[in-house]
């Protein structure tokens, strides 16, 4: 290369007064008072000048900064604006780098603390790594639009409806997600891919209950193995599954069970724990549990952890029952609606659900607690009872 385009040297560059040196070709180095240094190359593409800066000296040293402004040269000489061509390379790079399985997986770790357990359970996520990631994961969160999310929940829109919802939910938290990271993406996509997906024609269809009627016969008919006897405690306390297969013995006090509010479904504030009176049926149970405890755990899966979310209705199905555990919860809340004159707050209690807004729970301070003794009472001997339970005396308003 001619002498004309490599005017500067190292030495040269260390003695240089503040100003603008030019090491030819259009590079040049522009020397601030304080002493740093800028490299900066002058071009003219498409007969308009341009300046873009190569980066500070020494950090860029004089070798590098030639380096760059010859690439940039040979730009300009493809007929590119470099620039331009610049930012749509970095751009390039950023989707290439913000993959939307790494972007879903940072807004499932930033949301943990709002979920139960922590989300340990990946429910929250499973929606996404079941039916988006698979198919957009790889995809750049940038280039996702609207006609990739159709594509990808189509096959389940109107067959898993519930599903597909949950999908389409996360997926709208993702974006968001990544619009607060400073990534350009669509937050409107998702909208935009609902309408192009239609209403859902799929009916929610309620978990298939045991007519309460009909819970005795079925209980009495239970055993005592270890996933009986869990079966049977679920049906007297009215527990969801999760809480109850993962019942610590410690948890249990007299007649009292505490489930930890990290384990209740719906609770975020993680500040109140919720509990359970335990009917002397329900003790009984409890006591014959025990001799399967292990690891402080009252139901232990046969080599470790607890046992498994389908191994009570693995236990139903074997008998051909289309019903499911979790409806024993709708079993025993029509019970108290139509079996005893339970007022409506204490039996949603029963089953824990929680009652009006979260400015009525902070004033409404309390679990009624004995008058659910009472009822979970009377509905133990239902259960141990062959009479029918129109012939008991409804509970005595409190």
């Not at 040269?12 to 490299?39: C, E, M, N, S």
């Not at 980066?55 to 380096?67: F, H, T, W």
């Not at 239902?382 to 012939?391: I, K």
Request: proline share 5%; hydrophobic share 40%.
């Amino acid at each position: 290369m001619s002498r004309a385009t490599n005017r500067l040297s190292a030495s040269t560059i260390k003695h240089a007064p503040a100003g603008k040196h030019a090491d030819g070709g259009g590079l040049w180095l522009v020397k601030r008072p304080d002493g740093g240094a800028q490299w900066v190359l002058r071009v003219t593409p498409h007969g308009r000048r341009r300046e873009m800066g190569l980066g500070a000296y020494p950090d860029v040293s004089l070798k590098e900064a030639r380096a760059s402004a010859e690439q940039w040269r040979a730009t300009v000489r493809q007929g590119l604006d470099p620039i331009k061509e610049r930012e749509r390379q970095r751009r390039e790079a950023a989707r290439n780098i913000h993959k939307l399985t790494d972007i879903a997986l940072d807004a499932f770790e930033s949301r943990k603390a709002e979920l139960k357990g922590d989300g340990k359970a990946g429910r929250w996520f499973s929606p996404l790594e079941l039916h988006v990631l698979p198919k957009l994961g790889q995809v750049p969160v940038a280039d996702i639009d609207q006609k990739d999310i159709r594509d990808t929940l189509a096959p389940i829109w109107h067959t898993k409806a519930a599903t597909a919802d949950k999908a389409m939910s996360r997926l709208s938290i993702v974006m968001r997600h990544a619009a607060a990271l400073g990534l350009e993406v669509d937050l409107q996509a998702t909208e935009k891919a609902k309408a192009l997906l239609g209403k859902q024609r799929h009916k929610v269809t309620n978990v298939p209950a045991v007519p309460w009627q009909d819970v005795p016969e079925f209980y009495q008919s239970l055993g005592d193995s270890i996933t009986e006897l869990a079966l049977r405690l679920l049906i007297l306390t009215g527990a969801r599954s999760g809480p109850l297969r993962n019942l610590h013995v410690d948890q249990i006090d007299g007649d009292v069970w505490t489930i930890p509010a990290d384990a209740m479904k719906g609770r975020r504030d993680a500040t109140k724990d919720f509990r359970i009176p335990l009917s002397a049926e329900a003790q009984r149970v409890i006591a014959e549990a025990r001799k399967f405890a292990r690891d402080g755990l009252l139901f232990p899966g046969a080599k470790r952890g607890v046992i498994s979310d389908m191994t009570m209705t693995a236990l139903m199905d074997r008998r051909g029952m289309k019903e499911r555990p979790h409806g024993f919860r709708t079993s025993l809340r029509v019970w108290l609606a139509e079996a005893t004159n339970a007022p409506h707050d204490v039996a949603e209690m029963c089953i824990s659900h929680m009652v009006g807004s979260k400015t009525v729970q902070a004033y409404k301070r309390t679990d009624f607690l004995e008058q659910r003794r009472a009822l979970m009472e009377r509905w133990g001997d239902f259960l141990n009872s062959s009479e029918s339970v129109l012939t008991l005396k409804p509970l005595r308003s409190r």
